[in-house]
């Protein structure tokens, strides 16, 4: 079955740098596009980046924009998420989710990891 | 960006009561909404797409309507596994927004 398996959380300073990993199985990962999508602590959800099939293509929530890299390696069925200059704010579950849809990105997100604490505090 | 909102925001509910939930979009996205249901401490799960197609897997009692800014999601018979946090979510427009939640919960 598909699974998608969240890594690389932790706790961290402000300004710095971190990075997430999520390794994915039960499914051709190059034909599925991917997401992030955080979840602060008792707070709803919020989609982060998205990075096309290929790779070719990303887009980022504006308040990640220039800060986060999303990137992925088909060939270790591995998506990441490069977190520079953290902030406070950033701190969250961060989930890495497929789009369901072949070959396009359509904004869905199924299924979902589990999902990786980030804490972002002095 | 598209802002969504929920009412209510909680609810108290008995097993076996019909359960609705609205969610509205500040502006048209046609039928490009979804739903997802989020436990405690789990990630949250897939259940409609396109307002009103239930995700393969979920139970019928599950169901979804409405189109351009309404929406309204509906369980028929409110079941124990069903106490979650219901978000609904366009994806007319990027960013992909979700509504705030909404929090069902045992009466």
């Known amino acids: 079955q598909v699974q998608l398996v969240e890594s690389g959380g932790g706790v961290v300073q402000p300004g710095t740098s971190l990075r997430l990993s999520c390794a994915a199985s039960?499914?051709?990962?190059?034909?599925?596009?991917m997401h992030w999508v955080r979840q602060a602590p008792g707070k709803g959800l919020e989609w982060v980046a998205v990075i096309w099939y290929d790779g070719r293509n990303t887009d980022y929530a504006d308040s990640v924009k220039g800060r986060f890299t999303i990137s992925r390696d088909n060939s270790k069925n591995t998506l990441f998420l490069q977190m520079n200059s953290l902030r406070v704010e950033d701190t969250a579950v961060y989930y890495c989710?497929?789009?369901?849809?072949?070959?396009?990105?359509?904004?869905?997100?199924?299924?979902w990891g589990q999902g990786t604490l980030v804490t972002v505090s002095s | 960006d598209i802002q969504m909102t929920q009412s209510p925001s909680s609810l108290s509910a008995s097993v076996g009561d019909r359960v609705t939930i609205t969610c509205q979009a500040s502006q048209d996205i046609s039928n490009h909404l979804n739903w997802y249901q989020q436990k405690p401490g789990k990630a949250p799960k897939f259940l409609i797409y396109?307002?009103?197609n239930l995700e393969t897997g979920v139970p019928s009692r599950f169901s979804g309507s409405g189109s351009g800014t309404d929406f309204t999601f509906t369980i028929s018979s409110l079941q124990p596994e069903d106490f979650a946090t219901y978000y609904c979510q366009q994806y007319d427009n990027l960013p992909q927004t979700f509504g705030p939640g909404t929090k069902v919960d045992i009466k």
């Open positions: 989710a497929r789009d369901p849809s072949y070959n396009i990105i359509r904004g869905w997100f199924a299924p």
């Open positions: 039960g499914f051709t990962f190059s034909d599925f596009g």
């Open positions: 396109d307002a009103s």
